[in-house]
């Protein structure tokens, strides 16, 4: 009979070091894999720096991303709407020049 092999000292310290470089490029899969590791370190017993500032940064960068495209379908809808009173063509509004198409 074999005993079980005891968990690694890092356990989830290596996952949670490439969530938090994650993060910083792609928030969401960041903040999912910080979250895995700090499962892992925290089923050890152990503490894990790393995974919990990806958590923080993921969770701020999905936040700014989220913010980023509303804010981008209202700018681009209040321009289709603009552009959908004006009719195509250029025209001027408020000194800025709208372009709208056909």
Do not use: W, Y
Not at 4 to 27: E, H, Q, R, Y
């Amino acid at each position: 009979m074999t005993a079980a092999a005891p968990a690694p000292a890092n356990a989830g310290k290596t996952l949670g070091i490439v969530g938090l470089i994650l993060s910083f490029f792609s928030g969401p899969i960041g903040l999912i894999v910080s979250a895995v590791a700090r499962s892992q370190s925290k089923k050890a017993g152990l503490k894990n720096g790393p995974a919990t500032a990806g958590i923080v940064i993921g969770l701020l960068s999905t936040i700014a991303l989220v913010a980023i495209i509303v804010g981008s379908i209202v700018g681009a809808s209040a321009l289709l709407g603009q552009c959908a009173d004006l009719g195509p063509g250029v025209h001027e509004s408020n000194g800025v020049t709208i372009t709208c198409g056909e």
